[in-house]
């Protein structure tokens, strides 16, 4: 009796381990530079001018942003991501900024480096004039 309660303890140990142990591919996390020139909204944030450094790992079912400023004295923030899609290694690695009358808004993180390019909510576009304002290039680190 003793002896199935040991290789039962031993299999629910081991099983623990192996769900909290690291995986592979959390392992290559998506890691990166960039400058925003101005202030923009970055879904419900408001991310100020300045140098920053993203990170991106997985938590549960979506992917987790976390932008924090480089000197790391400012704020940082955590975006939740729930779109993603494949991008091709030949795209460039950018952030894209599109402007709305309420002001200027993420669109999108591309990575072709790590292979996937990031959505984020913005407003709908109104009848006035919608442009791009910045596309902002990465520096990814790996």
């Known amino acids: ?18 769900n909290f142990a690291p995986s592979l591919a959390s392992a290559q996390e998506a890691a ?8 923009v ?5 408001i991310v100020p001018a300045g140098k920053y450094r993203f990170t991106m790992g997985t938590q549960g079912p979506s992917e987790l ?3 924090r400023d480089v000197s790391g004295h400012g704020t940082g923030f ?28 993420v669109s999108s993180l591309q990575l072709p480096e790590f292979g996937m390019t990031l959505h984020f909510a913005v407003p709908a ?13 990465l520096s990814a680190a790996r």
């Open 78 to 105: 955590m975006l939740l991501v729930t779109d993603t899609e494949v991008s091709h290694p030949s795209d460039v690695s950018r952030l894209v900024v599109v402007s709305r009358p309420t002001g200027s808004f």
């Open 32 to 39: 990166g530079n960039f400058t925003l020139d101005h202030e």
């Open 65 to 67: 942003l976390m932008v």
């Open 1 to 18: 009796m003793k002896s199935i309660r040991k290789y039962v303890y031993a299999a629910v140990l081991t099983v623990s381990a192996l």
């Open 41 to 45: 909204h970055w879904q419900n944030a």
């Open 125 to 137: 576009e109104t009848h006035e004039v919608a442009k791009t304002v910045a596309t902002t290039t």
